[in-house]
């Protein structure tokens, strides 16, 4: 784990990616949602910022994310086609 | 002296949600850290926030503290957003001085680990208690609502709907595919547990539905095209041509005794092949509208452009018109039903039962039209082979609750197969077999009903069919084997009967995913259309306006559909009566000042609403058409678009609050 050594962690405590997204209201926010109610696990790096629309995710939104400390953005908007 | 002295003053409230939330969230430290927060005064965790007492508590603060932003961690927005931003106005305060944070759905439901999770929390907490700051004062936007409404759908439960509706004097546009409305109920024989016959209960209400002044009725039609927003939706329907001129035809069947065709070769979809029809047929004799229709996938004259066209001599009335072309109609409604039904599970998909192999092996569906005295063998149950059976078994949970078709229990299985087999046994005295796995009845007089089937003789096995084939030592090879094991005695069992029935389940209609887009609501990856919440909001969708009734949104039975039914119409109601709807202030707005007219956002907007003012040399955004999704605000190369709710301060504050404090601070700093 270089990136651990690089920010002095120890292998017990392992490095973990902070992770920013931008969720749109209707299609991605949503699924968060419903995997909730399914009781669907998964990691807890990620924080959700939500938006209306993927749209509405300026680029310097994504820069300022990582410029910050994150490790990762990730952007959710809907299927092509399926527009709201 | 007022405390706030023009300071921010935040109250942060955590929500347990039972063990929901603070089973995993350490809901105490979440709070001390919050109490650290810059602008923070107020840091409190509460059992159910959403409850009176909780709702009480913020509002008690806001007048005693002289709180001016609420931030409360709880579920997700969707589900109580709307009533804290209410506990927040009822105080006194501007209902978008308010932030919520998702601490359920998208974080104590999905993470195992009570450290990482209540990291997560606090870090979406200062993310809130960051943005809320930029907060500004709105007000809700009301727009009036169209009172019409459509459904979709003309089976049970777009019939109950509809009439519902109109006879609260609300104008119906019902939409309904296929040439009659009475969906799948039109052709069950009984009904369970009551044993009614389908027919009677249903055929008055679709005449009703016929006759109704408030009822506009188009069947063979669909629709195509869906736009704008609730309250206000413009609806496109394609009516596809019957080759009959409705208003003159009166159903005299004339034109089906002069067909070309003498005797009847095509199978007849109602009767599910059991029976043929000709290519100009009445679907059902109890069809409405009493309206017969020229099938053009077998018409010889659609195929070849060659017929004598007996059917045309014979209308006395000039109603059959082989030239009709489809039309189209533009409704505006306020409000939409989908009703759009299901699918029975296709029986050949589990190739080892035979279905479409054996000819003495029938879905569920098929032995209803069998048994109904209107069916193709008149009530009496002749199979394919002319024979009456002796023997029967009925195979349980066929495409449901299997790995290999699908997962779910369809609902209505278990206790259709009881009642077939009492209308089986009524009409051929056979014995009958029922392999299951479980028997699931409840509901009211449900398993009353079993215990009732089970004093009748008809017997049960429990087990999950193996195989169907043909019993050799039968000389005509006509009876068939059929293998399980028996769980309850521990023993594979063979038995031979003359007939099958495969109890098939409900499935999606193959074209669940282009309805979901046309009405732009959310299916399961099964397909069945998602409610807004599976138990406090069962009806409607995540699109206003739009509600569900009915087996699209999950297997059901007749009662529950009537139910769910009345429900999508009373919400429909509910939204008619009260005659507008409020907006979600997130529309965008131009700042004149700083805008240099480049026009890069008027061809970006996905709803027209930016426009180019010549005098003015600026944008201009129309905020009835604005729908706020944000995108000329990201576009905007001199950033002099902003969005409320979702101004750029406001999300460059967020991405502050979550990434300036580091989950693993101890670790860098040693």
Redesign the interface.
């Known amino acids: 784990m270089l990136l651990a050594k690089e920010?002095?962690?120890?292998d017990s405590?392992q490095?973990?990616p902070?992770i920013?997204a931008f969720f749109c209201n209707?299609?991605t926010y949503?699924a968060?949602?419903?995997?909730?109610?399914s009781?669907?696990?998964?990691a807890?790096n990620i924080?959700?910022?939500?938006?209306?629309?993927s749209?509405?995710?300026?680029?310097q939104?994504i820069l300022?994310?990582f410029a910050?400390?994150?490790d990762g953005v990730l952007i959710g908007g809907c299927h092509p086609?399926?527009?709201? | 002296m007022s405390k706030t002295n023009g300071k921010i003053r935040i109250g942060f409230y955590i929500c347990h949600c039972g063990t929901n939330i603070a089973g995993t969230v350490d809901v105490q430290k979440v709070v001390d850290y919050a109490s650290t927060l810059p602008n923070v005064v107020v840091s409190k965790h509460y059992k159910y926030m959403c409850s009176d007492p909780g709702q009480e508590m913020i509002q008690k603060d806001i007048k005693e503290q002289e709180l001016n932003r609420v931030v409360v961690a709880a579920c997700s927005p969707f589900l109580h957003e709307r009533t804290f931003r209410n506990a927040t106005s009822q105080a006194g305060l501007n209902q978008f001085y308010f932030q919520m944070v998702n601490t359920r759905e998208q974080n104590a439901w999905v993470h195992l680990d009570p450290e990482a999770s209540t990291d997560k929390a606090m870090d979406l907490v200062r993310s809130a208690i960051s943005r809320v700051v930029f907060h500004k004062p709105l007000e809700q936007k009301t727009v009036p609502i169209k009172p019409d409404v459509l459904v979709v759908g003309g089976g049970i439960a777009g019939i109950h709907a509809s009439l519902t509706l109109a006879n609260a004097g609300k104008k119906v546009y019902l939409v309904e595919r296929v040439p009659t409305i009475g969906g799948h109920m039109a052709m069950f024989d009984k009904t369970f547990p009551t044993l009614d016959c389908a027919a009677c209960i249903l055929t008055p209400k679709m005449s009703a539905v016929k006759n109704h002044p408030n009822i506009t009725m188009w069947t063979y039609s669909e629709v195509e095209k869906v736009e704008g927003y609730v309250g206000n939706f413009k609806v496109k329907v394609k009516r596809k041509p019957r080759y009959i001129i409705d208003d003159l035809c009166v159903g005299c069947l004339d034109c089906i005794e002069a067909c070309v065709y003498k005797e009847p070769r095509f199978h007849d979809e109602f009767n599910q092949g059991l029976s043929k029809r000709k290519p100009v047929y009445m679907p059902f004799p109890q069809a409405t509208p009493q309206l017969v229709v020229i099938d053009p996938e077998t018409c010889i004259w659609f195929k070849t452009g060659k017929c004598k066209q007996t059917c045309v001599e014979s209308c006395e009335r000039k109603a059959v018109d082989l030239n009709q072309q489809a039309t189209y109609k533009e409704i505006e409604v306020g409000t939409i039903i989908v009703a759009t039904g299901f699918k029975p599970f296709d029986a050949s998909k589990v190739y080892y039962y035979g279905y479409g192999t054996y000819p003495n092996v029938y879905t569920a569906l098929e032995v209803e039209r069998l048994i109904n005295a209107s069916g193709p063998t008149s009530g009496e149950v002749i199979m394919r082979d002319g024979s009456t059976p002796k023997s029967i078994a009925i195979v349980h949970c066929v495409g449901s609750r299997d790995k290999n078709t699908n997962l779910w229990c369809s609902r209505v299985c278990c206790l259709y197969s009881l009642k077939l087999a009492h209308l089986l046994k009524e009409h051929t005295h056979a014995d009958i077999y029922n392999f299951y796995i479980d028997i699931r009845t409840p509901g009211k007089l449900m398993d009353e009903f079993y215990t009732r089937m089970a004093e009748e003789g008809v017997k049960f096995i429990r087990g999950r069919v193996a195989d169907i084939y043909p019993d050799t030592s039968d000389e005509e090879h006509r009876r068939l084997v059929v293998k399980a094991e028996d769980t309850l005695i521990r023993e594979i069992i063979k038995v031979p009967v003359d007939m099958v029935v495969l109890s098939t389940g409900l499935v999606p209609r193959d074209d669940a995913n282009d309805v979901r887009r046309l009405f732009n609501i959310t299916c399961s990856t099964e397909g069945f259309f998602i409610e807004r919440h599976p138990k406090l909001a069962p009806v409607n969708t995540f699109t206003d306006g739009i509600f569900l009734a009915g087996c699209c949104q999950g297997p059901k039975d007749i009662p529950d559909t009537v139910a769910q039914a009345g429900a999508a119409a009373a919400e429909a109601l509910a939204l008619i009566d009260l005659g507008y709807i409020e907006l979600e202030p997130n529309t965008a707005f131009i700042v004149e000042e700083e805008c240099s007219g480049c026009k890069s956002c008027v061809p970006l907007c996905p709803y027209s609403a930016i426009s180019y003012n010549e005098e003015k040399k600026k944008a201009n955004i129309n905020e009835a058409l604005c729908k706020g999704c944000g995108t000329c605000v990201a576009s905007c190369p001199s950033g002099s678009i902003k969005q409320n709710l979702f101004e750029d301060e406001e999300i460059y504050s967020e991405i502050d609050g979550i990434l300036n404090y580091n989950i693993y601070e101890e670790a860098v700093c040693c």
Request: aromatic share 6%; hydrophobic share 35%.
């Open positions: 920010t002095g962690q120890t405590k490095w973990q902070k920013v209707w299609c949503t968060a949602d419903l995997a909730g109610v009781r669907i696990k998964h807890p924080r959700v910022i939500r938006v209306m629309c749209g509405r995710v300026d680029p939104f300022d994310a910050k400390g994150a086609g399926d527009c709201h």
